[in-house]
């Protein structure tokens, strides 16, 4: 992501779709979708605003979350899995990849809204992030969006296990075996895979030389707190 704009600067659709390496041959679908109704409103001879295109992008974000999240991880049980998901497709969340794009430089806003900090607010970066994900699925096809917003999920979705609860997921699991009478977990390093500057460790957690759980992740911490959760959810549903 090159020639970023700075400050106040506004950059063109096509200047954006480059910067990004976005395939979007038809810029008008990608203008509607920086386009919000405060810039309609101001100037009538743009068509329409980005609310279907965001509707769109939204349901098109709740599903790629999903499929991704399953395959991921694919011992984590199924609340875990929706409180990620709502994690992932959270308005911060979406605002925060948009921020990461400066997406807000090239929003196209009324005046009014502009000056009132539009381009920073989450609700409206958020908006215009889901609805760019709509216009560059009309534009390709569910694969390019994948590859598009697969490494955004991947960089932080460890952030979100190790964040998600202040409840540590190993020191409730702890608490309940010793409350059982069954001792410490004990976290066994089941395999580490990947080059050395992207490791994953399995972990599983055992109890009395029982596993209950397995999770993975790109550190040990992360992935012994992932067995754990596991572990609670499987406690759970006996």
């Given at each position: 992501?090159?020639?970023?704009?700075?400050?106040?600067?506004?950059?063109?659709?096509?200047?954006?779709?480059?910067?990004?390496?976005?395939?979007?041959?038809?810029?008008?679908?990608?203008?509607?979708?920086?386009?919000?109704r405060s810039y309609i409103n101001?100037?009538?001879?743009?068509?329409?605003?980005?609310?279907?295109?965001?509707?769109?992008?939204?349901?098109?974000?709740?599903?790629?979350?999903?499929?991704?999240?399953?395959?991921?991880?694919?011992?984590?049980?199924?609340?875990?899995?929706?409180?990620?998901?709502?994690?992932?497709?959270?308005?911060?969340?979406?605002?925060?990849?948009?921020?990461?794009?400066?997406?807000?430089?090239?929003?196209?806003?009324?005046?009014?809204?502009?000056?009132?900090?539009?381009?920073?607010?989450?609700?409206?970066?958020?908006?215009?992030?889901?609805?760019?994900?709509?216009?560059?699925?009309?534009?390709?096809?569910?694969?390019?969006?994948?590859?598009?917003?697969?490494?955004?999920?991947?960089?932080?979705?460890?952030m979100i296990i190790l964040s998600?609860?202040?409840?540590?997921?190993?020191?409730?699991?702890?608490?309940?075996?010793q409350g059982h009478k069954m001792?410490?977990?004990?976290?066994?390093?089941?395999?580490?895979?990947?080059?050395?500057?992207?490791?994953?460790?399995?972990?599983?957690?055992?109890?009395?030389?029982?596993?209950?759980?397995?999770?993975?992740?790109?550190?040990?911490?992360?992935?012994?707190?992932?067995?754990?959760?596991?572990?609670?959810?499987?406690?759970?549903?006996?």
């Amino acid at each position: 992501m090159n020639n970023v704009p700075e400050g106040n600067q506004e950059e063109s659709p096509a200047g954006l779709a480059q910067r990004l390496e976005l395939p979007f041959n038809n810029l008008f679908l990608l203008r509607r979708a920086l386009t919000h109704r405060s810039y309609i409103n101001e100037h009538h001879e743009a068509l329409e605003d980005n609310e279907r295109l965001e509707f769109l992008g939204d349901a098109i974000l709740d599903f790629i979350a999903g499929a991704w999240l399953y395959n991921r991880f694919p011992e984590m049980a199924e609340g875990e899995l929706t409180r990620m998901r709502s994690a992932l497709v959270c308005t911060e969340q979406l605002a925060e990849f948009a921020r990461a794009f400066n997406l807000g430089a090239a929003m196209r806003l009324g005046r009014g809204e502009d000056l009132a900090g539009g381009r920073q607010k989450d609700v409206l970066l958020c908006a215009t992030f889901e609805a760019m994900i709509g216009a560059l699925f009309l534009q390709t096809d569910i694969a390019t969006v994948q590859y598009f917003v697969h490494p955004l999920m991947e960089q932080v979705s460890e952030m979100i296990i190790l964040s998600s609860d202040s409840r540590d997921p190993k020191s409730r699991l702890q608490e309940w075996s010793q409350g059982h009478k069954m001792g410490i977990p004990q976290y066994i390093t089941v395999t580490t895979s990947g080059p050395d500057h992207q490791r994953v460790f399995e972990i599983e957690v055992q109890i009395n030389a029982k596993t209950y759980g397995r999770g993975s992740g790109h550190n040990k911490q992360v992935a012994e707190r992932a067995a754990a959760q596991v572990a609670l959810d499987a406690i759970e549903k006996s």
